[in-house]
């Protein structure tokens, strides 16, 4: 039986001048997305600990839009942090149901749903030594990644069927609708960006995003009203009339107006943005790296030694310890529990569902509109959802 799936292929991609087809348009974009492949290849096969999943929904990230328009550079990056090189099945934001597996514990959950994180890799990759990170569901962080082998056909979010271990999943409560579950780890993102804001008393938040607002959302009232977002466009404007977002503050004001802060939390990664403002920066500031723009930060390091300003990246989600428990609980069951509470509302950030049939042509309009100049303040576009039909 063969399926449909969906992946990156980096062979194809070496060469391509994309700057020359981003300045020629969309009557290239057959030669620009040649490294994007929809295809049909084999069910997938799987071990004991596997599970053999049927995806029912997977959000488009804006990694997997940064994927496919710099592609030469996430051969770069994948190099420098000994990440595989290969193929890269697309989706990873996903609601999907158990159709099969041979793990007998697991056998009576087939038909649940669950949705997929990177909880723990040593277990899920058979690495026997698990390593400390694992050993407290951060898998992110994972020590042992250059031990990974990878099968050919594991596949992800965007295909028909993929493959996951065990360890890598959680169960969904029914409570808990399909389409809401694939925000479970931008809420993660979110609640470990929080993590490291306690103890800091007037936050700059610079790009306004999905990610960014599930954040927001996410916030305690105590880091609450120290938080605000920085509005620099009408388009950020526009998105924080829409989604009722109070905590903002507009560029010319902190310009005009003596404004100071002892923290930025930064989601859009970009040199330029993060210099504007550190002159509002107090001495002994932080600052905190979450978005990537710029492949290379380029900061103002006289304004960073003369105030002693800390910069530190966050990077996914991670875990706290229950005293009580004597376990770590990961960012991901917390996410489950806010989103089967109802304490955060998600569905307004929903823009488009879409078949998982034409997702390689939503790729490639998604990529010419970022590459565009002329960015439209009226078109708010949030997270969009790949229905498997």
Known sequence: MTIRTFYIDPKKAKGINFSFYRFFGKFFSKFWFSHLISNEEEMPTFEGHELLLKPIYCGVCGTD???????NQLLKRNQNLNRRIGKDYLGHEVVAEIVDTKDEEFKKNIGKRVIVADINICKSFNINEECENCKKKRGVFCLNKKKRKFKNNTYGGFSEYFVRSKHQTFLLPDEIDSKIGIFVEPISLGI???????????ILGIGISTISILFYRSLNKDILEKFYFLVETEKDKNICKKLNIKNIIYKDKINNEFQTFDTILDFFGSSSKINDYLLKLKPKSKIYLFGVEDEKLSLNYHQLISNEISVQGIHGYSSQYLEKEKRYKTDIENSIEILKSGKIKVDDLISDTISQKDVKNFFASTCFERSSKKLNPENLKFRTIVKNI
Request: glycine fraction near 0%; include cysteine; aromatic fraction near 6%.
């Open 65 to 71: 839009v940064d994927k496919v328009m710099n592609i």
């Open 192 to 202: 470990n960006c929080a993590r490291f804001l306690r103890k800091n008393k007037k």
